[in-house]
């Protein structure tokens, strides 16, 4: 498929790595690019092939957030054009808030290579994701409410999740932005390497994925992880069990059984 803002390549071992792409106005978003990103998340999640996302940002910028100049000519934060009738009625499945929740809610693992500077919204596309990996030259701003809003990407409700509350609350309220040290201190990123071995780093990890985990049983650990966040401790303990009962029906349960007794390396149908 072919887009405008941003790139996708799948390899062989089913790692796509899609690319913010839109370096003349670094790498902000907008309305066209956040529907580039849901139709990519979509048709990674229906792609069997496909087994884990790293999304990036091409130059030496993750992504700035909104548009700055196009705010400032119209004086108001950006918000979808012409937003359908499902989108007046259901806000968070538009525009950038539907890209975040979009990121958080797909069965596939989701990892963030933050190349750059990563600032508004662009914390929110990382938020979304699974994991996130730094690149040393990196620098991070949630800068909301220096620009007299609150952050409606998704990124509020996430934060608390990643760092905790009294660090999201600091963060958010002063609208610092931090260095990669800083991003790590806080907890919002868990690795951080040097600008040409992100990639390679973060595929590395994805390949650990892919080789070591049957895919389906991938998908319903994020799915029970995910759904724990909401659920108090019975709900989550039913749910677990219910994914449990799926994947143990599986064929690849029962080649992990035979590779680990064999001591050869698990080979993944998905099925």
Known sequence: MSYQFITSEQDADGIVVVTINDPDAKNAVNWTMNQEIIAECDRIEKDPKARVMIITGSGRIFCSGGNI?????????LEPPDPTLREELYPQEADIRRV???????SKPAIAAVNGACIGSGIGIAAGCDIR???????FGW????????PDDASLALMPQIIGYA???EWGVTGRTVDA??????????KLVEPDALIPHCKTLAKEIIDNCPPITVQAFKYALAESLYQDLDEAVRFTERAQRVVRATKDH?????AYAEKRPPHWKGE
Do not use: D
């Not at 100049?69 to 934060?77: F, L, N, P, V």
């Not at 790590?184 to 990123?189: A, D, K, N, S």
């Not at 029962?254 to 035979?258: D, H, P, V, Y």
């Open 254 to 258: 029962t080649e992990a059984l035979k």
């Open 133 to 139: 990996i730094a690149s040393t030259a990196s620098r």
């Open 100 to 106: 975040v929740t979009g990121i958080r809610r797909m």
């Open 143 to 150: 800068v909301f409410v220096r620009r007299g809003i609150v």
């Open 181 to 190: 040290p800083g991003a790590l201190e806080l907890g919002f990123v868990s």
């Open 167 to 169: 660090k999201a609350y």
């Open 69 to 77: 100049k196009r705010m400032t000519a119209q004086g108001i934060s």
